[in-house]
């Protein structure tokens, strides 16, 4: 499974944009992005996934290079409700493996 | 549709008792696993399991047993509880359709003493 780069910690004005960055250099061609968030110490929370074309659902927007090699979450209009740890996760592959691997993730602060 | 279900949400033990974890889910999803969550770091995978009767260990499956009699429950065992295992727990279950997003609980607060 590839290895994900994420900043430490970001912070966000409320209501603006929110680009969260994640580097995948590894990544190989049947691997999906995921993203995750947690708020305080609850479970995971599932926010987007794609492969190499853009996607947006009501949540978030995910941008995918076109080398795969690194990706964006933008939160479009960010809400202090927003504040949490988001994880940028790669999976897949020919052994149809389904192990997550988190790394520590991006700490987002949105402000008022 | 509850989706995944962890019990007991907050656990006290000493040192060397034993304890089951529970995990059910309600997807009727193949997939489940169990991670630990230590303060300040992401999940780290303990054990998972592809379909009833099938299990494999993660990258920290030391002290912890899992079985998976049926789809719906996926339980974790602590054989003897060490201050170490101390945790915040997370089970998640995901369909056999390997891109498709996991689900995971709440999570379940242990403290060892």
């Known amino acids: 499974d590839a290895k994900t780069t994420q900043p430490p910690s970001m912070d966000c004005a409320e209501g603006r944009a929110a680009n969260l960055p994640c580097n995948h250099s590894?990544?190989?061609?049947?691997?999906?992005v995921y993203w995750y968030r947690q708020i305080h110490s609850q479970g995971p929370q599932y926010i987007i996934h794609g492969l190499k074309n853009n996607e947006t659902n009501e949540m978030a927007s995910l941008i995918i290079t076109e080398d795969r090699k690194s990706s964006t979450l933008i939160l479009p209009h960010a809400t202090l409700r927003d504040t949490a740890v988001y994880y940028c996760?790669?999976?897949?592959?020919?052994?149809?493996?389904?192990?997550?691997?988190f790394g520590t993730g991006t700490r987002l602060k949105v402000l008022a | 549709n509850a989706g995944v279900t962890q019990t007991p949400k907050f656990q006290v033990l000493k040192t060397g008792q034993s304890m089951t974890l529970q995990c059910a889910q309600d997807m009727n999803h193949e997939y489940m696993s169990w991670y630990r969550q230590d303060p300040g770091m992401g999940l780290r995978l303990i054990h998972y399991?592809?379909?009833?009767?099938?299990?494999d260990q993660g990258e920290v499956p030391n002290g912890y047993n899992v079985s998976r009699s049926t789809t719906e429950d996926f339980p974790l065992r602590l054989l003897s509880a060490a201050p170490s295992q101390t945790s915040v727990y997370f089970c998640?279950?995901?369909?056999?359709?390997?891109?498709?997003?996991?689900?995971f609980g709440d999570g379940t607060r242990l403290s060892i003493l």
């Open positions: 399991s592809v379909g009833a009767g099938i299990t």
């Open positions: 996760i790669v999976r897949g592959g020919t052994s149809g493996t389904y192990k997550y691997i």
């Open positions: 590894t990544i190989s061609g049947n691997e999906y």
């Open positions: 998640a279950c995901g369909s056999d359709r390997f891109n498709q997003p996991q689900h």
